[in-house]
């Protein structure tokens, strides 16, 4: 938690808002997406989903593969409590749904479906978009199938495997991920096995959301080498998440912005 402090004092520190950005692209994306406060009919679903599960006092018993928990001690946890303080925020999933909605992908990845609060941001954004969400533990893969299919996320494939088996055996490389949101492992080692996996899949208008960047000092090195990658060539930091791009008629920028 020291950690985490520390880093946001730094990250406030060296944060701005649009008026610091020079670049057309991000400067668009900032003001009609990231900082747009108009309401949309769909933030309803957002929390109505969340709203549904902080009410679900049934406990499951989690399979962890990856890098712990800061919040839980016992892998036999209530899905209200994993709702409550490992799903994402409803802010963060308002963010998302606008990502979605904006860039309008026809086909996303999203690594760690966890309850499927994200998901439902993502089925959201773009309901004729094919989204591929994979996750780990079984016992929380049944509960969010459920959850997905109560509130007509019918867009959405949840498959059941460990992410680096799934991402080396089903021919990644061939499909065209317009958007992928990595939310699985917040480990370093875990992380740079992902994007080096995927960055064959990578085209002009992909877009890559890291969630956690600064969750560990592990994590913090594996951001700074995903942005310094020479592919990457846009990367805007907003603490809680890292979006990279891959526009190759974009000078290399890196940007640190407050939402």
């Known amino acids: 938690m020291l950690f985490q402090i520390k880093s946001y004092l730094q990250f406030l520190w060296h944060s701005k808002n649009e008026h610091a950005v020079h670049s057309p692209f991000v400067f668009s994306l900032l003001t009609k997406c990231f900082y747009d406060k108009k309401f949309k009919s769909e933030y309803n679903v957002l929390k109505n989903y969340r709203k549904d599960l902080l009410l679900n006092k049934n406990t499951i018993e989690v399979t962890d593969f990856g890098a712990g928990s800061h919040v839980f001690k016992s892998n036999t946890r209530q899905i209200a409590q994993i709702a409550k303080t490992a799903g994402i925020s409803i802010k963060r999933a308002q963010l998302l749904f606008r990502i979605v909605n904006y860039f309008k992908p026809e086909s996303l990845l999203e690594i760690g479906t966890s309850l499927g609060l994200a998901t439902s941001a993502l089925a959201s954004g773009n309901p004729e978009a094919k989204i591929t969400t994979l996750e780990g533990c079984p016992e929380t893969a049944?509960?969010?199938?459920?959850?997905?299919?109560?509130?007509?996320?019918?867009?959405?494939?949840?498959?059941?495997?460990?992410?680096?088996?799934?991402?080396?055996?089903?021919?990644?490389?061939?499909?065209?991920?317009?958007?992928?949101?990595?939310?699985?492992?917040?480990?370093?080692?875990?992380?740079?096995?992902?994007?080096?996996?995927?960055?064959?899949?990578?085209?002009?208008?992909?877009?890559?959301?890291?969630?956690?960047?600064?969750?560990?000092?592990?994590?913090?090195?594996?951001?700074?080498?995903?942005?310094?990658?020479?592919?990457?060539?846009?990367?805007?930091?907003?603490?809680?998440?890292?979006?990279?791009?891959?526009?190759?008629?974009?000078?290399?920028?890196?940007?640190?912005?407050?939402?």
């Open 142 to 259: 049944k509960q969010a199938q459920l959850q997905l299919q109560k509130f007509n996320c019918n867009n959405v494939e949840l498959i059941v495997s460990e992410f680096s088996s799934y991402l080396k055996n089903n021919q990644t490389s061939t499909i065209n991920y317009q958007l992928i949101y990595f939310d699985g492992n917040h480990s370093k080692k875990a992380t740079l096995e992902y994007f080096e996996l995927l960055l064959p899949t990578i085209t002009n208008e992909t877009v890559w959301i890291f969630d956690d960047i600064h969750w560990s000092s592990e994590m913090e090195e594996a951001w700074k080498i995903i942005k310094n990658n020479p592919k990457v060539t846009v990367s805007i930091d907003t603490f809680q998440w890292g979006l990279v791009f891959f526009r190759y008629e974009q000078p290399k920028q890196h940007f640190v912005i407050r939402t």
